[in-house]
């Protein structure tokens, strides 16, 4: 997976449904396929948590199979990673079925970004290039 574009800042949201303040700018996950031989928590994060696959192209006109996750809000003020998995959920369906699960074929990691309270949130970031593209063609984002 290629992060593209991940959060820089967000306003918490704290625990109503109703109170959502997305993560900006919206995270963007890029799917690079290569030959595969070569204690309690509280669930911090609220919103579409889980996306399918676009195939969009990028600010240079590349085209790719992208994953945008635009409805995702932080309940809590602090400094936090995002943590990406994909998964093949149409390659075995009789195991998936008996086990229940599927196994993660990669992972990746957003850079850390901040979530301000109310008081000390210093505003939306501008929407990039790459949110006005993706927005362009078709994907539901709030650009500014």
Same mark, same amino acid.
């Given at each position: 997976?290629?992060?593209? !574009?991940?959060? !820089?800042?967000?306003?918490?949201?704290?625990?109503?449904? $109703?109170?959502?303040?997305?993560?900006?700018?919206?995270?963007?996950?890029?799917?690079?396929? $290569? +030959?595969?031989? #070569?204690?309690? #928590?509280?669930?911090?994060?609220?919103?579409?948590?889980?996306?399918?696959?676009? $195939?969009? !192209? +990028?600010?240079? +006109?590349?085209?790719?199979?992208?994953?945008?996750?635009? +409805?995702?809000?932080?309940?809590?003020?602090?400094?936090?990673?995002? $943590?990406?998995? *994909?998964?093949?959920?149409?390659?075995? !369906?009789?195991?998936?079925?008996? /086990?229940?699960?599927?196994?993660?074929?990669?992972?990746?990691?957003?850079?850390?970004?901040?979530?301000?309270?109310?008081?000390?949130?210093?505003?939306?970031?501008?929407?990039?290039?790459?949110?006005?593209? *993706?927005?362009? /063609?078709?994907?539901?984002?709030?650009?500014?």
């Amino acid at each position: 997976l290629e992060i593209a !574009q991940g959060p !820089q800042r967000a306003r918490m949201c704290g625990f109503g449904d $109703k109170d959502r303040r997305p993560i900006t700018p919206p995270p963007c996950v890029r799917l690079i396929i $290569k +030959d595969r031989q #070569t204690g309690t #928590t509280t669930r911090n994060l609220i919103g579409a948590v889980v996306a399918s696959a676009f $195939k969009l !192209q +990028d600010t240079e +006109d590349n085209l790719g199979i992208w994953f945008v996750l635009s +409805d995702l809000s932080v309940r809590t003020e602090g400094v936090f990673r995002l $943590k990406f998995s *994909f998964f093949n959920l149409t390659a075995d !369906q009789e195991n998936l079925l008996d /086990q229940g699960s599927s196994a993660v074929i990669c992972t990746g990691f957003s850079e850390p970004f901040t979530v301000y309270s109310a008081k000390k949130f210093p505003g939306m970031i501008e929407s990039t290039e790459l949110s006005r593209r *993706f927005a362009a /063609q078709g994907v539901k984002l709030a650009v500014r």
